[in-house]
């Protein structure tokens, strides 16, 4: 298994920058989370990266050597728009793609029992695709991105709308793929899945890369804050002290950004004259806390309702 590049990637529609200098790796068995508000790229990058849509720069490279269809056909792309033909059957449609693949008839009927059965859809695989619910068309939607046993994994959005059961299968098959060694790119914007699952992120926001690293990075990156639970104290107590330059309510205490100068014995001495503490510990934020800002659209599209 190879690494997948993303190369300076740029792409115009119109008069709209929708990519700008992109650029990130994914090292073979490397799970990486690709996030960003809607609008930010992610999807752009997909398509680069598989090969149904050109960048106006960039390259995106498998092993060091451009992608083309002979590479992409190895690879197994998850789009967002599910391009699923709603009167076949689970297994028509599987065995087709496989087919679509390269695979011969009789590999891509195992293929299609092995995944229907991984997936749990082995009850669903004479029924349409249009009478399954939405969870097991995007399962149909997985099956059919690994039916020919794809090097590389590229998964817009797999986890949207999903049911939680279909959620952890979606969760389990990516770590399997990536154990095997196959680079797995997805996008989400659900910050605690990719928290979960990811070894690295990165975040997209208008077309650049706004940040990139492993979680255990971008975490030390972010600021950390100290939980403190008093109990007996006055709730207005931090506004008072010399050592917090900030603070709110969290769970069942406060969460407080020290002022420049001071560390944490100060705020401790302080909040033992106000009552018994409880408890204080060092917080890092959560990834959802630190891009919350990055994630969410900057501004309310329109018509929408804040
Ligand atoms: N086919 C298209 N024609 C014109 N603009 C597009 C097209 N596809 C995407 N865009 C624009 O490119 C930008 C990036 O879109 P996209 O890659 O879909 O973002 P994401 O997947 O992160 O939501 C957005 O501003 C979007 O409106
Ligand atoms: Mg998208």
């Given at each position: 298994m190879k690494t997948l590049e993303i190369n300076a990637l740029s792409k115009r529609y119109g008069e709209r920058l929708a990519l700008d200098s992109l650029s990130f790796t994914v090292p073979p068995g490397e799970i990486f989370g690709f996030v960003g508000s809607n609008g930010a790229g992610k999807t752009t990058t997909m398509r680069i990266a598989v090969g149904v849509l050109r960048a106006d720069e960039g390259d995106v490279r498998y092993g060091g050597a451009p992608v083309d269809v002979h590479t992409s056909a190895r690879f197994g792309y998850?789009?967002?728009?599910?391009?699923?033909?709603?009167?076949?059957?689970?297994?028509?449609?599987?065995?087709?793609?496989?087919?679509?693949?390269?695979?011969?008839?009789?590999?891509?009927?195992?293929?299609?029992?092995?995944?229907?059965?991984?997936?749990?859809?082995?009850?669903?695989?004479?029924?349409?695709?249009?009478?399954?619910?939405?969870?097991?068309?995007?399962?149909?939607?997985?099956?059919?991105?690994?039916?020919?046993?794809?090097?590389?994994?590229?998964?817009?959005?797999?986890?949207?709308?999903?049911?939680?059961?279909?959620?952890?299968?979606?969760?389990?098959?990516?770590?399997?793929?990536?154990?095997?060694?196959?680079?797995v790119l997805f996008s989400s914007h659900q910050l605690d899945l990719v928290e979960r699952l990811c070894d690295r992120v990165g975040v997209v926001r208008e077309g650049r890369l706004a940040a990139c690293g492993s979680l255990d990075v971008l975490h030390s990156a972010g600021p950390a804050r100290l939980f403190l639970q008093v109990d007996g104290a006055r709730a207005d107590w931090p506004d008072r002290c010399a050592a917090v330059a900030a603070y709110e309510a969290h769970e069942d205490g406060i969460l407080v950004e020290l002022a420049a100068g001071h560390d944490e014995n100060d705020l401790l001495r302080a909040a033992v004259d106000q009552g018994r503490v409880r408890r204080m510990a060092w917080q890092r934020p959560t990834l959802t806390e630190m891009f919350r800002d990055l994630i969410e659209p900057a501004e309310p599209a329109e018509g929408a309702v804040r």
């Open positions: 998850m789009p967002e728009e599910r391009g699923l033909y709603p009167k076949m059957t689970v297994a028509k449609h599987l065995v087709y793609l496989g087919r679509l693949h390269g695979l011969s008839t009789k590999d891509a009927r195992a293929a299609m029992l092995r995944w229907t059965e991984r997936l749990h859809l082995s009850e669903r695989r004479d029924s349409a695709i249009d009478a399954l619910s939405l969870g097991n068309r995007q399962r149909v939607q997985l099956a059919a991105a690994l039916v020919h046993d794809p090097d590389v994994l590229i998964l817009d959005e797999p986890f949207s709308g999903l049911d939680p059961l279909a959620v952890q299968d979606m969760a389990q098959v990516i770590k399997e793929k990536a154990a095997d060694g196959a680079p």
